[in-house]
């Protein structure tokens, strides 16, 4: 089963909300309307929170996670993602916050308290670092991550586009029921 109780926690999932079979959600995870999850996608919520927008999309082989309240680190950090986000195959995001309209490209990571407001795309690779802000209207590459340039009108609306076509493409898996074992 790839929708699984953790402790008192279970996955909250909004309406028409795509989990490929073999892809695994736990613990204390809400996920917006439209949104998906694709195989092999990890997106484990036990020990802090993780809340996924609307029309948001994890791709395969990304992991999810968060970072727990410690003594290192007394409140934690949660993972929080907004709307019309695109995670690309094989990225990790772990303990922090991705506005709206973002897309992260294929195996790229961002950790923990690091925030990414909206409207940026992240390069393919790319490490954003701890507790890195990445400003609105800018694509970042690298290792660690860095301002490259604005984003160009054409790439801002790509946000939207690629968002509704995970919607459309998550629409078709649902229909053929590759969301059920």
Not at 78 to 93: A, E, R, W
Not at 133 to 145: F, I, M
């Amino acid at each position: 089963m790839s929708i699984r109780r953790f402790e008192q926690h279970a996955p909250q999932l909004g309406a028409k909300v795509f989990v490929d079979r073999s892809a695994v959600v736990l613990g204390d995870v809400e996920i917006g309307d439209d949104s998906s999850v694709w195989p092999l996608a990890v997106i484990r919520g036990d020990m802090h929170h993780i809340r996924i927008g609307q029309r948001t999309s994890v791709q395969d082989a990304s992991v999810l996670h968060i970072t727990h309240a410690g003594p290192f680190n007394p409140d934690g950090f949660p993972l929080l993602i907004g709307d019309d986000v695109t995670i690309g195959h094989k990225v990790m995001l772990h303990g922090c916050t991705l506005g709206s309209r973002i897309l992260v490209g294929m195996g790229s990571t961002i950790m923990d308290g690091a925030v990414v407001e909206d409207e940026v795309i992240i390069g393919a690779g790319s490490l954003v670092p701890p507790g890195k802000r990445l400003e609105s209207g800018y694509l970042y590459v690298g290792s660690p991550a860095r301002q490259a340039r604005e984003l160009t009108d054409k790439e801002r609306a790509f946000f939207t586009y690629s968002a509704a076509n995970y919607v459309k493409l998550k629409d078709r898996h649902l229909a053929a029921g590759y969301d059920r074992t």
